[in-house]
């Protein structure tokens, strides 16, 4: 597998965070897949979140809007119990007033909500536990080991945009997979826990 995207012997030994292998990893897929039209577009269409930026203007009628295409969605683990918490907090908008007014070209600084919106998840979503977080009160990484729920089903509907063209298809996500860390900051393993269909047989 490694061979087969380019890596000698002296890349295997180095250590990644799992997230960022993942994005290597799909990144040298994709790059081999390039002039297949049959392929070239696979990774994107498996596991790519539409997702987008914005900021609205209260008093005036201006926005900004910016898409944001994912392969995997970074969720909070601090101050969130489980996934839904997580969700609604990715979800939160903020208000931009006083000293933080949004600058408009065409109407000059104006109160304003900032916030990101969901449009469209894809057939196979990729969650990332931020676990690993920067502590301001020592200012070092550390890692968070807060116990934290996630289901064997849920229904992601209730986070698209209102205007969402995801809003048309089934949002229902069935879990397949955890990942699952042991260690510390400096270093440690991954664990998978999978299974291949919604049998209760895990591996």
Same mark, same amino acid.
């Given at each position: 597998?490694?061979?087969?995207?380019?890596?000698?012997?002296?890349?295997?030994?180095?250590?990644?965070?799992?997230?960022?292998?993942?994005?290597?990893?799909?990144?040298?897929?994709?790059?081999?897949?390039?002039?297949?039209?049959?392929?070239?577009?696979?990774?994107?269409?498996?596991?790519?979140?539409?997702?987008?930026?914005?900021?609205?203007?209260?008093?005036?009628?201006?926005?900004?809007?910016?898409?944001?295409?994912?392969?995997?969605?970074?969720?909070?683990?601090?101050?969130?119990?489980?996934?839904?918490?997580?969700?609604?907090?990715?979800?939160?908008?903020?208000?931009?007033?006083?000293?933080?007014?949004?600058?408009?070209?065409?109407?000059?600084?104006?109160?304003?909500?900032?916030?990101?919106?969901?449009?469209?998840?894809?057939?196979? @979503?990729?969650?990332? @536990?931020?676990?690993?977080?920067?502590?301001?009160?020592?200012?070092?990484?550390?890692?968070?080991?807060?116990?934290?729920?996630?289901?064997?089903?849920?229904?992601?509907?209730?986070?698209?945009?209102?205007?969402?063209?995801?809003?048309?298809?089934?949002?229902?996500?069935?879990?397949?997979?955890?990942?699952?860390?042991?260690?510390?900051? @400096?270093?440690?393993?991954?664990?998978?826990?999978?299974?291949?269909?919604?049998?209760?047989?895990?591996?």
């Amino acid at each position: 597998l490694t061979k087969s995207f380019g890596w000698g012997s002296q890349e295997t030994w180095v250590q990644h965070d799992v997230e960022e292998f993942c994005r290597v990893l799909m990144d040298n897929l994709q790059m081999k897949m390039k002039g297949d039209p049959s392929l070239e577009n696979s990774i994107r269409e498996l596991f790519e979140v539409k997702a987008r930026h914005a900021i609205r203007c209260v008093n005036v009628n201006y926005e900004s809007i910016r898409e944001e295409p994912l392969l995997d969605i970074q969720i909070n683990v601090k101050n969130c119990h489980n996934l839904e918490e997580s969700f609604k907090q990715y979800l939160e908008k903020e208000v931009m007033e006083g000293d933080n007014q949004y600058s408009t070209e065409k109407y000059g600084k104006q109160d304003a909500v900032m916030c990101d919106e969901f449009l469209e998840f894809p057939p196979v @979503l990729h969650l990332h @536990l931020k676990r690993f977080i920067f502590d301001f009160d020592t200012m070092k990484m550390t890692k968070l080991n807060d116990y934290y729920e996630f289901p064997e089903q849920i229904d992601l509907t209730q986070f698209l945009a209102d205007d969402a063209p995801g809003r048309s298809k089934s949002n229902l996500y069935d879990l397949y997979g955890v990942l699952v860390h042991a260690g510390g900051i @400096l270093g440690g393993h991954y664990d998978a826990y999978l299974r291949t269909s919604t049998s209760k047989q895990w591996y």
